[in-house]
């Protein structure tokens, strides 16, 4: 599903875009402020990263700090969460960043 996103087949509403990453508004907001940081080369999830991938990683968690300072939300702070495997909550197989923010979180989570 994410790569058909990645590739423009099927819409989002885009936050931010370069040649390895994309970040679009989750469909299913879970706070005010749900986003999605995916890598547009495929990888399944945190399993598959490997050794050619640290700087990508690293990449998306500045585009994660870039579009929290973006949406207002370093004062009062917010959550990166990667649910892997059915027992993590994972949906769909391909790796990306939930960015929540704009209510207070509880720990721990459901
Ligand atoms: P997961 O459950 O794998 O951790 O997260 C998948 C997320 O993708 C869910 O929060 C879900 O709402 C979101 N999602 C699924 N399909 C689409 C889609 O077509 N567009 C967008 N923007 N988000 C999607």
């Known amino acids: 599903m994410f790569c058909r996103i990645v590739s423009g087949e099927v819409p989002a509403e885009i936050l931010h875009e370069d040649a ?5 508004r989750d469909i299913n907001p879970q706070a005010p402020h ?4 995916v890598p547009r080369k495929h990888m399944d999830s945190l399993l598959q990263v490997e ?11 500045q585009v994660v700090a870039q579009l929290a300072r973006q949406n207002g939300l370093v004062d009062e ?3 990166v969460v990667v649910n892997t495997g059915p027992a993590g909550g994972q949906t769909v197989g391909h790796l990306h960043f939930h ?7 509880r720990w721990p989570p459901g």
């Open 77 to 79: 702070g917010f959550r």
């Open 51 to 61: 050794e050619g991938d640290m700087h990508l990683l690293g990449r998306m968690h």
């Open 99 to 105: 960015l929540l923010g704009g209510r207070d979180m």
């Open 20 to 24: 390895e990453i994309l970040a679009f």
């Open 34 to 37: 749900h986003i999605l940081v």
